[in-house]
């Protein structure tokens, strides 16, 4: 008797030959939200730096380019062993780690106002914070990539994956209006904590009705 498929044993070329499911569209939907989220909320950083945070703070626009500069820097360090970690756990592994990881350090953000109230306690806190939210950030575009081959055939691959990067470049040009105007009326901490959470809620989980191959593979 022959066993059900699992995530171990479905080989890509399976993958490519199985009908693809309508469920393919749910995950697209997930992957666009969770990119366009995720780069509204990278970009916010900067409008909270220049509307509030330097100013209160009195910190120059150099040290709080240190700060922009950490998330750059170990987002861009951490993106091969990024990788590796995909390729380890699965692209729902990873994706549902990068949500939570960067919800909670995007709250962070925000707390630092209640614990750090000097200026050099304030720019510590700002890049040590940044700096782990760029690490959980690194899984973001290779999973949802990773996400998209496993979900759409081949013909379809560079629509969806031109989706998801559309739906983050949205995100960030609309950041600077749309967070700009949310710290504007419920405050720079509020600002961070709303604009955060919905990752936690947009992070992909399984999908226990689709035991397709194609679905064992993501469940990985």
Request: proline share 5%; charged share 15%.
């Amino acid at each position: 008797m022959s066993e059900p498929a699992t995530s171990a044993s479905v080989s890509p070329l399976r993958l490519s030959e199985e009908k693809p499911t309508r469920v393919r569209w749910h995950i697209l939907a997930l992957l666009m939200a969770l990119c366009f989220l995720s780069h509204f909320n990278r970009v916010s950083m900067s409008v909270a730096g220049n509307d509030r945070i330097m100013e209160q703070y009195s910190i120059s626009p150099t040290k709080m380019g240190a700060v922009y500069s950490a998330f750059l820097l170990i987002y861009s360090i951490a993106m091969i062993p990024g990788g590796f970690f995909i390729d380890r756990c699965g692209a729902r592994i990873a994706l549902i780690t990068m949500g939570f990881g960067t919800a909670l350090f995007g709250a962070l953000t925000g707390g630092i106002g209640f614990v750090c109230h000097a200026a050099s306690q304030a720019l510590a806190g700002l890049i040590v914070v940044r700096s782990l939210m760029g690490l959980f950030t690194t899984p973001l575009h290779p999973g949802s990539a990773r996400a998209v081959g496993n979900w759409f055939p081949f013909s379809e691959r560079g629509r969806a994956n031109g989706l998801v990067t559309g739906a983050a470049i949205i995100g960030v040009a609309t950041s600077y209006k749309g967070f700009g105007a949310l710290i504007n009326h419920r405050g720079l901490h509020v600002g961070f904590d709303l604009g955060l959470r919905p990752l936690c809620d947009r992070a992909p989980r399984s999908t226990p009705g689709d035991q397709s191959p194609r679905a064992a593979a993501y469940r990985r």
